[in-house]
C-alpha cells in the first residue's frame, strides 16, 4: 500500500470485519464530530484516491478515509446486495463507532456517495458531500421519476460488468495494453481527457485492490427475458445498486436535513445522463445490438434525478449547493482539488459561504504619507 506524507494505516477490529482505515498521523483524537470529516470511495478504488485531499485539508481538523468490504486493506466478506449498500453503511458505522466518533460530516465519491446517503438516513450526519454520486434511484434501469424499467432490473447489476476488465482485475494488470486494462479505465472513465498526474500507479494500484471473490465485484446475475437478457442479482458490489435493492431518495423526508454538497463533473462518463456505463444507453448508440427503443429501455437520466431528488430536499427545508465543473470528468478531487477542497470547507462550516451577490465597495482614497 503506497501511503504519501502524513498519512498512516491502521487496522480496526469491528463486530463483523477488520476494517483498513487512513489517518493523517498529527491528527488530534480528541478533535468534536464538528471537525471530523469521513471519506468513503467509490467502486473498484479504495481510500489509497483521497488521499492528496487528506494532505490539504486543514491540520486542526481531523480526517480520516474509510476501505468498504472487499476494497483496499478491509476485509474480503460477501456483500448481501438486498440490503442496497447497507453493508456497507453499516460497516462504516461500525468503524467511526470503534473509533468513538459518534458522527461526523462524510464526503462520498461515486458509489461512496449512495453509502453516505444510506448512512445519513440509518444514523444522520453533520453534512453530506456528494462527488458524482450514484443516482438516489440507483444505477441503471429507472425512468427519470425513479420508477423501475422492468421487475428483474434488466441490464442491470453484476452481468454489466466486462469480463475482461474483471480477469485483468483477478491478473493484477497495471499495463496499458488494452481499453479494458484498469489504467486505460481510469483514464477514460475516471478523469476527463487530458488529466495528469504524477501519482497514477497509486490510483491503478488503488483499483486492483478490489477483491473478485465470490459475493465481492462485480457480483451474480440472472437470465432475463428483457432485453438485454440478464437481470440483477442478490450479490455482490453492482447489484448493490440496482433499482430493486436500492434508493435512498426518502433523504428529502428526514427530519434533520444534513447540508448537502453536490460537485459533479460536466463529462463525466460514468454517471451522466448519457452513461457510457448504462447499457440502455449503449444500446441507443447500438453499441449493444437488439435495443427495443426508448419506450421500453431509454437511458436512465443520472444527474437529472439526482438533481430533482435534491430540489424536493431543498424544498423541504434542506441546504443544498450544487457545483458543476465544467470539462470535468468523475473525480473532481483529483482534476479540480482547489475547488472541491474549498467547497467541502464551506459545506462543513469551516470557511464561510461568500455573499451572492456581492455586497457593494467602497472606494479609500490614502494620502502617500499615511
Not at 467547497?343 to 479609500?364: M, N
Amino acid at each position: 500500500m503506497t501511503l504519501f506524507d502524513g498519512i498512516a494505516a491502521r487496522s480496526v477490529e469491528t463486530p463483523g470485519l477488520t476494517v483498513n482505515v487512513l489517518e493523517r498521523t498529527g491528527d488530534d483524537p480528541a478533535t468534536p464530530p464538528e471537525r471530523t470529516v469521513v471519506f468513503i470511495h467509490g467502486n473498484v478504488s479504495s481510500s489509497l484516491f483521497w488521499q492528496e485531499m487528506m494532505q490539504d485539508l486543514p491540520h486542526d481538523l481531523r480526517v480520516l478515509a474509510i476501505d468498504l468490504r472487499g476494497f483496499g486493506g478491509t476485509e474480503h466478506a460477501p456483500i448481501d446486495a438486498t440490503r442496497g449498500v447497507r453493508d456497507f453503511s453499516d460497516d462504516v458505522r461500525a468503524t467511526l463507532e470503534a473509533l468513538g466518533i459518534a458522527s461526523a460530516h462524510l464526503v462520498g465519491w461515486s458509489m461512496g456517495g449512495g453509502v453516505v446517503m444510506q448512512y445519513a438516513l440509518d444514523h444522520g450526519a453533520l453534512s453530506l458531500t456528494l462527488q458524482a454520486p450514484v443516482s438516489p434511484y440507483g444505477f441503471g434501469g429507472t425512468r427519470r421519476d425513479g420508477s423501475r424499467l422492468t421487475d428483474d432490473d434488466a441490464g442491470c447489476g453484476g452481468g454489466g460488468a466486462n469480463p475482461d476488465f474483471v480477469q485483468r482485475l483477478i491478473d493484477h494488470d497495471e499495463t496499458d495494453e488494452a481499453p479494458t486494462s484498469p489504467r486505460n479505465v481510469f483514464r477514460s472513465g475516471y478523469v476527463a481527457p487530458g488529466y495528469q498526474t504524477d501519482n497514477e500507479d497509486v490510483w491503478v494500484e488503488s483499483m486492483l485492490t478490489t477483491s473478485t471473490a465470490t459475493g465481492n465485484y462485480p457480483g451474480d446475475t440472472v437470465t432475463s427475458e428483457n432485453w438485454p437478457g440478464f437481470g440483477a442479482g442478490d450479490l455482490g458490489v453492482l447489484n448493490t445498486m440496482t433499482p430493486g435493492h436500492f434508493d435512498v431518495s426518502g433523504i428529502v423526508d428526514l427530519a434533520e436535513k444534513p447540508p448537502i454538497l453536490w460537485i459533479h463533473g460536466t463529462a463525466d462518463a460514468i454517471v451522466s445522463d448519457a452513461s457510457f456505463y448504462d447499457f440502455n444507453h449503449l444500446g441507443k448508440l447500438g453499441i449493444v445490438p437488439g435495443w427495443p427503443g426508448d419506450d421500453v429501455a431509454p437511458p436512465q437520466e443520472m444527474v437529472s434525478q439526482t438533481r430533482d431528488v435534491l430540489a424536493r430536499y431543498s424544498d423541504a427545508g434542506g441546504e443544498v449547493t450544487e457545483i458543476a465543473l465544467e470539462g470535468t470528468g468523475h473525480s473532481p478531487h483529483l482534476e479540480r482539488p482547489a475547488e472541491f477542497r474549498h467547497a467541502l470547507l464551506e459545506v462543513i462550516g469551516y470557511v464561510g459561504h461568500p455573499h451572492d451577490p456581492a455586497p457593494p465597495t467602497e472606494a479609500i482614497i490614502l494620502r502617500s504619507s499615511d
